[in-house]
């Protein structure tokens, strides 16, 4: 999903600024390569929490199943599905992920994409990045989307077609059954692409939170 946003430099997809899938963690994984570039699949078995949350406080891990399929001949076009569970501290106390990412990248053109996500977690490991949840006896089921894009200025001659727009919204409800405690956060901005190493941007990054979120923008 980072290589997809392309704009890290920027801040952190989804699943990651809300903080139910960590960018990094501690594990071993197998990748599955599909003949002639048409995708791949992906397991991974993980502590769950990240690499540096700090000692772990119980055997339990996650566990993670990939895939992704790229149908056109160009590649350019891909849709994901990714399917998590794992336990924090006993099996009763188990949280699950869905995501699925569709969407187009374009080394010249640029990128549009859609990701959702769906969680369940006890409520209480949610409540400190999530506020509306504390004090819930029991799962949370949230819900997210993304939408997110970039348009190079490919209609310019060099150097300018290292330009391009980036825009981002996202929309998260921590808990479906919650009343008003959604939230909206985006990005937009012009970013430069000197080489493969180095980019530039700069952007808006805001958020809006409704009156039950318990938290401000």
Do not use: C
Not at 99 to 110: A, T
């Amino acid at each position: 999903a980072d290589k997809v946003w392309g704009w890290r430099v920027q801040g952190q997809v989804l699943t990651d600024y809300e903080r139910y899938i960590a960018s990094t963690d501690v594990g071993v994984s197998v990748k599955y390569e599909f003949p002639e570039k048409w995708g791949d699949l992906h397991f991974s078995f993980v502590n769950g929490t990240g690499f540096n949350a700090g000692p772990e406080n119980d055997n339990y891990k996650d566990f993670h199943l990939r895939t992704t399929i790229r149908p056109l001949s160009d590649k350019n076009f891909f849709v994901t599905a990714l399917g998590v569970i794992g336990f924090r501290g006993s099996k009763t106390n188990d949280h699950e992920r869905f995501v699925g990412l569709i969407g187009y990248k374009d080394e010249k053109h640029g990128t549009i994409a859609g990701e959702v996500l769906y969680a369940s977690d006890p409520a209480g490991f949610m409540a400190g990045v999530h506020p509306s949840l504390a004090g819930l006896a029991r799962n949370a089921k949230a819900f997210g989307s993304s939408l997110f894009g970039e348009l190079k200025f490919f209609w310019w001659e060099e150097p300018w077609n290292r330009f391009s727009l980036i825009g981002r919204l996202d929309y998260l409800d921590p808990d479906m059954s919650t009343a008003n405690n959604f939230h909206y956060h985006g990005i937009e901005g012009i970013g430069y692409t000197l080489n493969k190493h180095f980019k530039f941007i700069v952007d808006h990054d805001w958020s809006s939170y409704k009156a039950g979120a318990g938290q401000r923008g």
